[in-house]
C-alpha cells in the first residue's frame, strides 16, 4: 500500500506540470489569436480603408423647343461609420435656351460640393449638401457676367441597393438667385455604391 501511495503521489507531481504545460501553451495560443483578430481590426479601422469608399452621383437631360438642358453630377465618399457617408463632389450644366427663333442663349453653370448623408432607419437617409455654384448672369442679349450663389440642401429619402431617390429643401433659395429651378425644392434621382 505503501508502494502505491508512492506511485499515485509521483504520477501526481510527474503528470501536474504536464498538464499545465498543455494548458499554457492552450491559453498562449487563444491570447495570440486574440492578439491577431485587435491587430487586424486595428489595421481596418485606423487610416484609410478603400473598400470604404463609395461611388455616385446624378446626370440629367432634357431636350425641348425651348433648350436644352444636361446636368453631370460625379460623387464620392467615404463610410466614417458604418451607417454614415461624407463625401464631395462637382456639378456641372450646360443650358442652352431658344429665347426666339433667331435668338439662342447657351450657359454654363459648375462648382464643388460637399455632402453627408446619414441611413436613420433601414433603406431610409437623411442628406445635406453645400454647393458653392458658379453661373453665368445674362444681363441683356450680349452682355454677360460669371457669379457664385450658395445652395444648401437637407432632406431625405430612400435608397436601396444603390439607387437613391432624395427630397431636398434649398435653404439659400431666393427667387432672385434662382439658376435653374423655381422652387426650394429639388427631387432627385441618382445612384451610389
Same mark, same amino acid.
Given at each position: 500500500?505503501?508502494?502505491?501511495?508512492?506511485?499515485?503521489?509521483?504520477?501526481?507531481?510527474?503528470?501536474?506540470?504536464?498538464?499545465?504545460?498543455?494548458?499554457?501553451?492552450?491559453?498562449?495560443?487563444?491570447? !495570440?489569436?486574440?492578439?491577431?483578430?485587435?491587430? !487586424?481590426?486595428?489595421?481596418?479601422?485606423?487610416?484609410?480603408?478603400?473598400?470604404?469608399?463609395?461611388?455616385?452621383?446624378?446626370?440629367?437631360?432634357?431636350?425641348?423647343?425651348?433648350?436644352?438642358?444636361? =446636368? !453631370?453630377?460625379?460623387?464620392?465618399?467615404?463610410?466614417?461609420?458604418?451607417?454614415?457617408? =461624407?463625401?464631395?463632389?462637382?456639378?456641372?450644366?450646360?443650358?442652352?435656351?431658344?429665347?426666339?427663333?433667331?435668338?439662342?442663349?447657351?450657359?454654363?453653370?459648375?462648382?464643388?460640393?460637399?455632402? !453627408?448623408?446619414?441611413?436613420?432607419?433601414?433603406?431610409?437617409?437623411?442628406?445635406?449638401?453645400?454647393?458653392?455654384?458658379?453661373?453665368?448672369?445674362?444681363?441683356?442679349?450680349?452682355?454677360?457676367?460669371?457669379?457664385?450663389?450658395?445652395?444648401?440642401?437637407?432632406?431625405?429619402?430612400?435608397?436601396?441597393?444603390?439607387?437613391?431617390?432624395?427630397?431636398?429643401?434649398?435653404?439659400?433659395?431666393?427667387?432672385?438667385?434662382?439658376?435653374?429651378?423655381?422652387?426650394?425644392?429639388?427631387?432627385?434621382?441618382?445612384?451610389?455604391?
Amino acid at each position: 500500500m505503501k508502494k502505491v501511495s508512492i506511485i499515485l503521489i509521483t504520477l501526481c507531481f510527474v503528470s501536474s506540470p504536464v498538464w499545465s504545460q498543455r494548458k499554457i501553451q492552450q491559453l498562449d495560443e487563444e491570447e !495570440a489569436q486574440k492578439q491577431e483578430q485587435l491587430k !487586424a481590426y486595428e489595421r481596418k479601422s485606423s487610416g484609410f480603408d478603400i473598400d470604404k469608399m463609395v461611388y455616385g452621383g446624378n446626370v440629367g437631360l432634357s431636350l425641348s423647343s425651348f433648350g436644352t438642358f444636361v =446636368l !453631370a453630377q460625379p460623387m464620392v465618399g467615404y463610410r466614417v461609420f458604418p451607417h454614415t457617408i =461624407l463625401g464631395t463632389g462637382f456639378i456641372y450644366i450646360y443650358q442652352s435656351r431658344n429665347l426666339t427663333p433667331n435668338l439662342k442663349i447657351n450657359t454654363n453653370t459648375y462648382g464643388p460640393l460637399i455632402f !453627408a448623408q446619414q441611413e436613420i432607419l433601414s433603406k431610409f437617409i437623411a442628406h445635406a449638401e453645400w454647393q458653392p455654384i458658379n453661373y453665368e448672369y445674362i444681363r441683356s442679349i450680349n452682355i454677360s457676367e460669371r457669379k457664385w450663389i450658395n445652395q444648401f440642401f437637407i432632406g431625405g429619402g430612400f435608397g436601396n441597393n444603390g439607387a437613391q431617390i432624395l427630397l431636398l429643401y434649398d435653404l439659400a433659395y431666393s427667387s432672385n438667385s434662382a439658376i435653374y429651378r423655381n422652387s426650394p425644392y429639388l427631387l432627385r434621382i441618382g445612384f451610389m455604391f
